[in-house]
């Protein structure tokens, strides 16, 4: 891996005027415990603050914060508080502060589907299902049933049922009550006046489970009561789904969907891998992605805390792990990624092995591990050990990252395929404002020479092995699996 031009500095007028961010994905428990109480925490992430600035990641998205009983935090059962786990009140403002001194935004996962079963409101909505008080305040801040519906679970030993999606500790809220509205208006006012800078809204196909209007209409609303409060927040849906699912999200009036059809090993990326018309596979993915999103933003991304990791997708192989990151970093909009897929930390059987601890280094005596945790595996090292070493998994992701803070065309260009006759070649043209770039993607396992004759300057080289690209008399000399960034104007 090498860049031709220095990707050290991100410039700091770029911040400000940034229209698109990287994001990293946060799970608090496991990035960094600063106390050593196996546990992580917020003191422990703005520690790591510098580190994800010099990584090139522009925001970070921390899963959920609030106080619950489960170690990952998607069962709230207080949404104005912090778990004590993680922290004060004080050390969460302190974080926001910090990163935003680095120009790092801070967005929060906002989970408004269900509350856990041992939230305060629905305690009392089971205590007025038991009297058969169906007038009841809180009795109709969830949906009970006489009947046993698919996606309900049982109140206590009753005949009364009530809606939980996901399980009977996570029942759903009933999202068309106004009293619910209000108390979730006061919820994310709560959470703005915090500073942050948006949030990720969790399980959105499950808002009205089975109506994608309606649950885009939700999101819609969400991101109304946030424009209430701040300006310029960031709104980024949890849309597992089809890709017609997620443009019918994207006409509720949210920013941006994750892309889920990008990301997994059925996805649009690793499934290049295995095309046979590489070329074309790809650019029908990254254009895909740009027309489903109908001019909002984009949320390509590969992992997360519910899929295997990315490493174990790409067979461990760090010459495809490298690569797919890179095919990732030439698509438009905010790219996601989950923290530990940068040293290529791999996965194994259930949630908790896909949420292990990050590895600051390889000799760290202590490793953080979620109950629950099967195996518990690091294959590539620590970041002390990447950073040190100009060939890593590491090294090349922070290439990725401060190639798209430097050149915005990628994030937000105007597309345009530049004909080739080789499959295994792709050139995309990508203008923005003043800026046009060319991307270059050799997606063969051996070296191509690439003619090119317009010129222009190579200012990004993401190679697998070590190799460079080479730019010279109207050929491009590119190695296996290599990206090459070329600047017309
Ligand atoms: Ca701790
Ligand atoms: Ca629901």
């Given at each position: 891996?090498?860049?031709?031009?220095?990707?050290?500095?991100?410039?700091?007028?770029?911040?400000?005027?940034?229209?698109?961010?990287?994001?990293?994905?946060?799970?608090?428990?496991?990035?960094?415990?600063?106390?050593?109480?196996?546990?992580?925490?917020?003191?422990?992430?703005?520690?790591?603050?510098?580190?994800?600035?010099?990584?090139?990641?522009?925001?970070?998205?921390?899963?959920?914060?609030?106080?619950?009983?489960?170690?990952?935090?998607?069962?709230?059962?207080?949404?104005?508080?912090?778990?004590?786990?993680?922290?004060?009140?004080?050390?969460?403002?302190?974080?926001?502060?910090?990163?935003?001194?680095?120009?790092?935004?801070?967005?929060?996962?906002?989970?408004?589907?269900?509350?856990?079963?041992?939230?305060?409101?629905?305690?009392?909505?089971?205590?007025?299902?038991?009297?058969?008080?169906?007038?009841?305040?809180?009795?109709?801040?969830?949906?009970?049933?006489?009947?046993?519906?698919?996606?309900?679970?049982?109140?206590?030993?009753?005949?009364?049922?009530?809606?939980?999606?996901?399980?009977?500790?996570?029942?759903?809220?009933?999202?068309?009550?106004?009293?619910?509205?209000?108390?979730?208006?006061?919820?994310?006012?709560?959470?703005?006046?915090?500073?942050?800078?948006?949030?990720?809204?969790?399980?959105?196909?499950?808002?009205?489970?089975?109506?994608?209007?309606?649950?885009?209409?939700?999101?819609?609303?969400?991101?109304?009561?946030?424009?209430?409060?701040?300006?310029?927040?960031?709104?980024?849906?949890?849309?597992?789904?089809?890709?017609?699912?997620?443009?019918?999200?994207?006409?509720?009036?949210?920013?941006?969907?994750?892309?889920?059809?990008?990301?997994?090993?059925?996805?649009?990326?690793?499934?290049?891998?295995?095309?046979?018309?590489?070329?074309?596979?790809?650019?029908?993915?990254?254009?895909?992605?740009?027309?489903?999103?109908?001019?909002?933003?984009?949320?390509?991304?590969?992992?997360?805390?519910?899929?295997?990791?990315?490493?174990?997708?790409?067979?461990?192989?760090?010459?495809?792990?490298?690569?797919?990151?890179?095919?990732?970093?030439?698509?438009?909009?905010?790219?996601?990624?989950?923290?530990?897929?940068?040293?290529?930390?791999?996965?194994?059987?259930?949630?908790?092995?896909?949420?292990?601890?990050?590895?600051?280094?390889?000799?760290?005596?202590?490793?953080?591990?979620?109950?629950?945790?099967?195996?518990?595996?690091?294959?590539?090292?620590?970041?002390?050990?990447?950073?040190?070493?100009?060939?890593?998994?590491?090294?090349?992701?922070?290439?990725?990252?401060?190639?798209?803070?430097?050149?915005?065309?990628?994030?937000?260009?105007?597309?345009?395929?530049?004909?080739?006759?080789?499959?295994?070649?792709?050139?995309?043209?990508?203008?923005?404002?003043?800026?046009?770039?060319?991307?270059v993607?050799?997606?063969?396992?051996?070296?191509k020479a690439v003619r090119w004759?317009?010129?222009?300057?190579l200012?990004?080289?993401?190679?697998?092995?070590?190799?460079?690209i080479s730019m010279d008399?109207?050929v491009i000399d590119m190695?296996?699996?290599?990206?090459a960034?070329i600047?017309?104007?």
């Open positions: 891996m090498s860049t031709s031009k220095s990707s050290k500095s991100i410039h700091s007028d770029a911040i400000a005027n940034r229209e698109f961010d990287n994001y990293y994905e946060i799970f608090v428990y496991s990035f960094c415990d600063s106390d050593d109480d196996g546990v992580g925490d917020f003191q422990g992430v703005e520690t790591k603050l510098p580190y994800i600035k010099e990584m090139g990641y522009t925001g970070i998205w921390l899963m959920p914060i609030c106080l619950s009983p489960s170690y990952h935090k998607y069962d709230v059962q207080d949404y104005m508080s912090v778990d004590p786990h993680y922290g004060t009140m004080r050390d969460f403002e302190h974080l926001v502060d910090e990163a935003h001194k680095l120009g790092i935004k801070v967005i929060l996962d906002l989970v408004l589907n269900h509350t856990s079963d041992k939230h305060r409101w629905f305690l009392e909505a089971v205590k007025d299902a038991e009297r058969g008080n169906k007038q009841g305040k809180y009795y109709n801040y969830y949906n009970f049933s006489d009947y046993n519906e698919a996606g309900y679970s049982t109140v206590g030993n009753s005949e009364l049922f009530y809606e939980a999606q996901f399980y009977g500790g996570m029942p759903d809220l009933n999202l068309d009550n106004p009293e619910v509205r209000d108390e979730l208006d006061k919820v994310i006012k709560f959470w703005l006046s915090k500073g942050v800078d948006g949030f990720r809204l969790d399980a959105c196909t499950n808002f009205y489970t089975g109506d994608t209007v309606k649950s885009a209409q939700f999101v819609g609303w969400v991101k109304a009561t946030c424009n209430k409060y701040k300006a310029d927040t960031f709104i980024v849906g949890e849309s597992w789904t089809t890709s017609g699912n997620i443009a019918e999200f994207y006409r509720g009036g949210g920013d941006s969907f994750f892309y889920f059809p990008m990301a997994k090993d059925d996805g649009y990326i690793n499934q290049t891998l295995y095309a046979d018309n590489p070329s074309d596979y790809f650019y029908h993915a990254m254009v895909e992605l740009v027309d489903i999103a109908q001019g909002h933003i984009p949320a390509p991304f590969l992992d997360n805390h519910d899929t295997p990791r990315i490493a174990g997708v790409f067979k461990r192989d760090s010459a495809m792990i490298k690569f797919g990151y890179g095919l990732l970093n030439t698509l438009n909009g905010n790219v996601f990624t989950y923290y530990g897929d940068e040293i290529g930390m791999v996965s194994f059987y259930n949630d908790p092995d896909k949420r292990i601890g990050m590895l600051w280094d390889s000799n760290q005596k202590r490793k953080i591990a979620p109950p629950g945790v099967s195996k518990q595996e690091y294959v590539f090292g620590g970041v002390k050990q990447q950073q040190a070493d100009a060939n890593s998994i590491l090294n090349y992701y922070k290439a990725c990252n401060h190639m798209r803070l430097n050149y915005p065309a990628i994030a937000l260009g105007e597309q345009q395929r530049v004909d080739y006759p080789d499959k295994q070649v792709l050139i995309v043209q990508k203008r923005y404002k003043q800026q046009e770039v060319v991307v993607i050799n997606f063969a396992t051996q070296s004759t317009k010129g222009g300057d200012v990004v080289s993401l190679t697998v092995d070590g190799h460079k008399n109207g190695p296996r699996n290599s990206i960034l600047k017309l104007k």
